[in-house]
């Protein structure tokens, strides 16, 4: 796929989302339902590879370009995640002293609600590739109940995930 191409694809992705992960739908509608350039497990990696580094909750979509198109998809993925911030700054110094702003915060916490239920949504495709037994289900189980009822940092969860299933090959 041609980096230009893929550029517009991801700032559409990008620009319409205002989390991170809500940007997952529209880019797996667009690269694995439509145009068939990335698998969901790809897609399910770059997540994974986005989380894992410190940064923004969106810097998967680098990954995704790397997928697609090499190092020039994640050039075009790294401008497509740069783009709308560098848009949206003047905008909102510009509404920031104006009555429009309480209503764009409504919008703005409207789309985040609606953002979260696609995310579910695309959560699903992405759950039943990696769900490929009953071992990865039980760390998925275990790292949420861990995540939900405690205030361990993220990085506890990654570890013993490794370390679980490091032990479970060599077992196995």
Not at 13 to 34: C, H, I, N, Q, W
Not at 73 to 91: Q, S
Not at 95 to 120: D, F, K, N
Request: charged share 10%.
């Amino acid at each position: 796929m041609n980096a230009v191409i893929l550029y517009f694809l991801l700032l559409k992705a990008t620009a319409t989302t205002f989390t991170g992960l809500a940007s997952l739908p529209v880019v797996r509608d667009d690269l694995v339902v439509e145009r068939k350039v990335l698998t969901d497990r790809q897609l399910a990696a770059a997540v994974a590879a986005g989380q894992t580094t410190p940064g923004p909750l969106g810097l998967y979509i680098v990954s995704v370009g790397y997928f697609v198109a090499g190092v020039p998809g994640a050039c075009a993925g790294c401008l497509a995640l740069l783009t709308p911030a560098f848009l949206i700054l003047p905008l909102l110094k510009y509404l920031a002293g104006r009555a429009e702003g309480r209503r764009v915060r409504s919008a703005v916490q409207s789309l985040t609600l609606s953002a979260a239920g696609l995310i579910v949504a695309a959560a699903y495709p992405l759950a039943e590739n990696a769900l490929t037994g009953p071992l990865t289900a039980a760390i998925a189980l275990a790292s949420f109940l861990f995540l939900a009822l405690t205030r361990r940092d993220t990085a506890w969860v990654i570890a013993g995930s490794a370390l679980l299933g490091l032990v479970a090959r060599i077992a196995g």
